[in-house]
């Protein structure tokens, strides 16, 4: 009767630990969700194609066959996530909020499935919480993950493939869901992040039992997993012909990986080097992680964490293409290796030298930079919420710091609370989204181009990007040209809209023109058409 009574405590207490682990993250991921607009490139496009989704009727086919900018075929990836942001704008209207929400949610759902995974791997219920509650503080994963992206999403489809795999190895019935979190991830993001992740998870079930190798429900379950994926990609091919292909798993797939996208090529160690910018302080405690799977490489938590980091840091490092979310799916895979390292260092009492002096530094950077913008602040009114932010992150690292010199163990729970705070308060600031500064804000843009263009007008303009985010916000769609093209759109007998800068004005001699919306000297990018339309 005892041993049922610890078994009925044991299984409350996980149903508990996943409860809370998913508030906590779901807390944390919507918080301040629609205070900023939607970033170029991968939000714009995908709230682009959800919206059409949205406004189309049933009859149009558009869930099936998604398009962009009005009719344009949308052959990037598979509609998912596109689906869900639908249902969104169906249940909640249109808004950087409802856009978000569904991919905040998933990415917050893979929270407490990494703990699952870690129940099943580690002996010691603590580095299951570290593992889960390190992977809900890194800034990386909850800032990416929040987003209108597609790799929080991924990372949720792993950890529940992952999870079922490691359930099967009692009861083989779990294998059939391992190939439904494979057949969403190809859902998600394409057959060829199927193939990656799928190709992870049976090297990994090949080390560790490869007796599952020969099992019919992991197999059948790969196949039912991977059907709808096979399906839509057949009914693209039926619909729009050899095209779809050649872009679809030509120029958006096969292609990345030995050729630059859009000039997003970096070296090898890359993402190495994204790691170590945006992974502290639990970067800190990545080494003796390591060094601990190493040595205890006959240990399923060992195979799963080497085999997780390290085949997938390979596959990205090696692509030509590097775009920084590529990383996010790793994260869980390094959070294994901390969660061992804090356990370990919780079971011990002592922590390695290394630890006390990066942890210190840590404070000392953070010192450091809540001084600059405090001084920032009070001479000429700068930012006080990243003020705020580090000056709490200095305090609690050097309390932190304090406590590994004196070899207390509770740094663990000092850093992991401050750090969920800082979160916290950076996602209900203005600063957690800072690509937004990268270029001219799109909302005040769009705001004059939606009220003074035709529905569905084609806007020219002498910036040289795609402003997804813009094409959005306006619901036009926007061509950046050259001065010799803009100068001969100019010249049509109808009316033309250019979106220019006082500069592009002044260099193409574009006279008579007229500016809408705005007076000449409000904003940099003006909206101007002929003076005779």
Same mark, same amino acid.
Request: one cysteine or more; aromatic letters at 14%.
């Given at each position: 009767?005892?041993?049922? %009574?610890?078994?009925?405590?044991?299984?409350?207490?996980?149903?508990?630990?996943?409860?809370?682990?998913?508030?906590?993250?779901?807390?944390?991921?919507?918080?301040?969700?629609?205070?900023?607009?939607?970033?170029?490139?991968?939000?714009?496009?995908?709230?682009?194609?959800? %919206?059409?989704?949205?406004?189309?009727?049933?009859?149009?086919?558009?869930?099936?066959?998604?398009?962009?900018?009005?009719?344009?075929?949308?052959?990037?990836?598979?509609?998912?996530?596109?689906?869900?942001?639908?249902?969104?704008?169906? !249940?909640?209207?249109?808004?950087?909020?409802?856009?978000?929400?569904?991919?905040?949610?998933?990415?917050?759902?893979?929270?407490? +499935?990494?703990?699952?995974?870690?129940?099943?791997?580690?002996?010691? &219920?603590?580095?299951?919480?570290?593992?889960?509650?390190?992977?809900?503080?890194?800034?990386?994963?909850?800032? &990416? @993950?929040?987003?209108?992206?597609?790799?929080?999403?991924?990372?949720?489809?792993?950890?529940?493939?992952?999870?079922?795999?490691?359930?099967?190895?009692?009861?083989?019935?779990?294998?059939?869901?391992?190939?439904?979190?494979?057949?969403?991830?190809?859902?998600?993001?394409?057959?060829?992040?199927?193939?990656?992740?799928?190709?992870? *998870?049976?090297?990994?079930?090949?080390?560790?039992?490869?007796?599952?190798?020969?099992?019919?429900?992991?197999?059948?379950?790969?196949?039912?997993?991977?059907?709808?994926?096979?399906?839509?990609?057949? +009914?693209?091919?039926?619909?729009?012909?050899?095209?779809?292909?050649?872009?679809?798993?030509?120029?958006?797939?096969?292609?990345?990986?030995?050729?630059?996208?859009?000039?997003?090529?970096?070296?090898?160690? &890359?993402? +190495?080097?994204?790691?170590?910018?945006?992974?502290?302080?639990?970067?800190?405690?990545?080494?003796?992680?390591?060094?601990?799977?190493?040595?205890?490489? &006959?240990?399923?938590?060992?195979?799963?964490?080497?085999?997780?980091? @390290?085949?997938?840091? +390979?596959?990205?490092?090696?692509?030509?293409?590097?775009?920084?979310?590529?990383?996010?799916?790793?994260?869980?895979?390094? !959070?294994?290796?901390?969660?061992?390292?804090?356990?370990?260092?919780?079971?011990?009492?002592?922590?390695?030298?290394?630890?006390?002096?990066?942890?210190?530094?840590?404070?000392?950077?953070?010192?450091?930079?809540? @001084?600059?913008?405090?001084?920032?602040?009070?001479?000429?009114?700068?930012?006080?919420?990243?003020?705020?932010?580090?000056?709490?992150?200095?305090?609690?690292?050097?309390?932190?710091?304090?406590?590994?010199?004196?070899?207390? *163990?509770?740094?663990?729970?000092?850093?992991?609370?401050?750090?969920?705070?800082?979160?916290?308060?950076?996602?209900?600031?203005?600063?957690?989204?800072?690509?937004?500064?990268?270029?001219?804000?799109?909302?005040?843009?769009?705001?004059?181009?939606?009220?003074?263009?035709?529905?569905?007008?084609?806007?020219?303009?002498?910036?040289?990007?795609?402003?997804?985010?813009?094409?959005?916000?306006?619901?036009?769609?926007?061509?950046?040209?050259?001065?010799?093209?803009?100068?001969?759109?100019?010249?049509?007998?109808?009316?033309?809209?250019?979106?220019?800068?006082?500069?592009?004005?002044?260099?193409?001699?574009?006279?008579?023109?007229?500016?809408?919306?705005?007076?000449?000297?409000?904003?940099?990018?003006?909206?101007?058409?002929?003076?005779?339309?």
């Amino acid at each position: 009767m005892g041993s049922w %009574r610890d078994g009925d405590k044991l299984i409350n207490s996980d149903r508990l630990c996943f409860l809370g682990l998913f508030v906590a993250a779901v807390f944390l991921y919507t918080s301040g969700l629609g205070n900023l607009p939607l970033r170029d490139w991968d939000e714009g496009i995908v709230a682009g194609v959800a %919206r059409n989704i949205w406004r189309a009727s049933p009859g149009e086919y558009t869930w099936l066959y998604p398009t962009i900018n009005y009719d344009q075929p949308y052959w990037n990836k598979p509609p998912l996530v596109h689906w869900l942001i639908a249902f969104s704008y169906r !249940s909640f209207g249109v808004s950087e909020w409802s856009t978000r929400l569904f991919p905040a949610l998933l990415s917050a759902l893979a929270v407490p +499935l990494l703990y699952k995974i870690s129940r099943e791997i580690f002996s010691s &219920h603590l580095a299951a919480i570290f593992s889960a509650l390190v992977y809900l503080t890194l800034l990386p994963v909850a800032r &990416h @993950g929040r987003l209108a992206m597609l790799d929080g999403a991924i990372a949720c489809w792993f950890c529940l493939a992952i999870w079922c795999l490691l359930r099967g190895r009692k009861s083989p019935r779990w294998l059939l869901s391992a190939g439904l979190g494979i057949g969403l991830i190809c859902l998600t993001k394409g057959i060829m992040m199927g193939v990656l992740l799928g190709g992870i *998870a049976i090297l990994f079930i090949a080390w560790d039992s490869p007796g599952l190798l020969g099992s019919s429900y992991l197999w059948s379950g790969l196949i039912l997993g991977v059907t709808p994926a096979i399906a839509w990609y057949i +009914l693209q091919y039926l619909h729009y012909g050899s095209e779809f292909l050649g872009i679809s798993l030509g120029t958006q797939t096969f292609n990345r990986i030995w050729k630059p996208v859009n000039n997003a090529s970096s070296p090898p160690w &890359h993402y +190495l080097l994204e790691i170590a910018k945006y992974s502290l302080p639990w970067l800190i405690f990545v080494p003796m992680g390591i060094k601990l799977a190493v040595e205890n490489r &006959h240990q399923t938590w060992s195979k799963l964490a080497l085999t997780w980091s @390290g085949v997938y840091l +390979l596959a990205i490092s090696l692509m030509r293409t590097k775009l920084p979310w590529y990383v996010i799916p790793i994260y869980p895979g390094l !959070s294994l290796f901390i969660g061992a390292s804090l356990n370990t260092a919780w079971q011990k009492k002592r922590s390695p030298y290394s630890w006390k002096i990066c942890l210190s530094l840590v404070a000392l950077i953070c010192w450091v930079g809540s @001084g600059i913008y405090a001084w920032g602040y009070f001479n000429s009114g700068s930012n006080l919420d990243l003020t705020i932010i580090l000056l709490i992150v200095a305090i609690s690292s050097s309390i932190a710091a304090l406590l590994l010199w004196r070899s207390s *163990a509770y740094f663990i729970p000092v850093t992991i609370a401050s750090f969920y705070l800082a979160l916290l308060l950076l996602f209900n600031s203005n600063d957690w989204l800072w690509e937004l500064n990268e270029a001219f804000p799109v909302k005040p843009v769009a705001e004059v181009i939606k009220k003074n263009t035709p529905p569905r007008q084609s806007i020219y303009t002498a910036y040289p990007n795609f402003r997804p985010s813009l094409e959005f916000y306006s619901d036009r769609v926007f061509t950046p040209a050259s001065d010799d093209k803009l100068q001969q759109y100019w010249q049509q007998n109808q009316p033309v809209y250019l979106l220019v800068d006082r500069d592009a004005i002044e260099r193409l001699n574009l006279k008579p023109y007229k500016t809408l919306g705005n007076e000449p000297n409000d904003v940099t990018w003006q909206l101007i058409t002929q003076t005779d339309y």
